[in-house]
């Protein structure tokens, strides 16, 4: 796979990262390098081998279903750009 | 809000047998349209909240109602560095949901990110599973007018929920509340099996039976925790190949499932008469306006670049854990059907009725086990049920429980009351609740079943009437029935209609 401008310019918006001309260059490139050691990586014969979705060998670890969280609205909404007592605000969304 | 959700449930019982009849008409569901006829392909993803106290990865309640942010947790506002742990309830919840639906339940499973970025997301993704869900294929069996149909069930993974935007308090805000944010959801998804509305409607009232009995999900529409995104396309009958689809997102009750479906079929089938062809997308289906609209903002959305949390772990399941999980599911609607036509005698469509709803089949359970088999059932399916629909109430909340219905069935099988005097306990008993047996001597309701008694009425109404009485034994027959109904009337209703007729016979032989 290769990554080229138009590439780049998608993830940018999918990932909402705005990137001038000089930077979506150096990105194109960069990121074209680091495709071609994957793509190295692709050929070695991995048919045998199961994927790898962690690289700790440890089991995942679980809570009991109690409610021991929450009820701290005014701290929560501390960092909400603009003020309401109730909910978080943000410009109009609406489809 | 609860009482149309209720409505919605008693409709159905009510009018299942209406129903029945309508759809038995058209055995296949076709759209005729100008040139050809087509079929309609369904598949439904349905996004069932788990039943659990607290949520997937954080310890904030999942109440419903609450005062909004008042369930937040900094896991849930995705503050930095805060890391989700699993809730091990809600992945018990999920693997019992897949063993309630035969489904394989996979001992691997893993979670991903599934990347977008909407108001009320604070995480900017939502965890999800993608290639490795917790349960994989399994099948629902549809109970249809015309037979039974089985549906494929392609997976089930565990997801959260996002948090909810409202519109309408601010004319150019919108306002988060993220309550919901986090809370463990079931994400099932049917293989294309499904060709009609009426079908869809099986179909998520099963699943949503099911989920019930199991208590996994407590399928409450209104407040959300059942919605689901309907994949529509049509095809030329007869033909084999899938054509191109869209997704109809977010719909939050079955009647707008079957409209959604109606008008996006109808719009497919138009596309392709004249010519042009269907674009694969997202559309919302607008309820005021009765039509589905493309989501134009959802065009990228498909890009959700999953790949796996980095901050949780594979989700390795205890082979023992599942075996005993399977050990103690509940008996479920089908195989409760199966008993009760068994054991009951009853018919195909009524053992449907009773087990669709556990509360339903858990009282007729109740009042059968102790009262006379014919009578219990005519008595739930007929008066009750009625009673339930005028009043708009579900069978947990009905004034008269299995035990007062149990009393009132047994005082007709025992012969204290007449069937129709019950009709008239019943009636008290429906507005007030009160005790049958109260209710049968407050009111001096008793049949009247002593022969001495009864004879000398019957002796009252022979001399009264002896012209008659005379024409009776010289051939006319018909007249029985006079002599019965002047004995009723005399004995203002409460005379044992079987003991009269034992005596009439005797009399006037």
Known sequence: MSIDKDKIKHISKLARISLDAKKTDSLTKDLSSI??????????????????SSI?????????DVVNDGKIREKILENSPQKNEEFFVVPKVIE | MQSKRKLILNKFLIDGGKNRLMSDRSEKYLINGE????????????HAQVTSNSKLFSGSSTTFGAEPNTQVSLVDSAFPGMLPVINEYCVQQAVKTGLGLNAKINPYSVFDRKNYFYADLPQGYQISQYKNPIVGEGEITLDLPNGSKKVGIERLHLEQDAGKSIHDLDPSNTFVDLNRSGVALMEIVSKPDLRSPDEV???????????RYLGTCDGNMQEGSLRADVNVSVRKEGDTKLGTRCEIK??????????????????QVELLESGKSIDQETRLFDIKKNETRSMRSKEDAHDYRYFPDPDLLPLNLDKKLIEKIRKDLPELPDEKKERFIKEHSLTPYEANVLVSEKEISNYFEEVIKSSDKKLTKNWIMGDLFASLNEKNISISESPVTAKKMAELIDSISSGVISGRTAKEVFEIMKETGEDPKKIIESKGLQQKSDPKELEKIIDKILSDNKDKAEQYKSGKDKLFGFFVGQVMKESGGKANPQLVNEILKKKLK
């Open chain 1, 35 to 52: 495709f071609k050691f994957i793509e190295q990586l692709n050929e070695l014969n991995t048919d045998k081998t199961e994927p790898l």
């Open chain 1, 56 to 64: 700790l060998n440890e089991p995942l670890r679980s809570r009991k």
């Open chain 2, 35 to 46: 040139k050809d006829k087509w079929e309609v392909v369904i598949g439904l993803e349905v």
């Open chain 2, 201 to 211: 409607n099986a179909y998520v009232k099963k699943l949503r039976s099911i989920m």
């Open chain 2, 250 to 267: 977010n719909v939050n009750s079955i009647k707008f499932m079957q409209m959604a479906i109606i008008y996006e079929s109808k719009r």
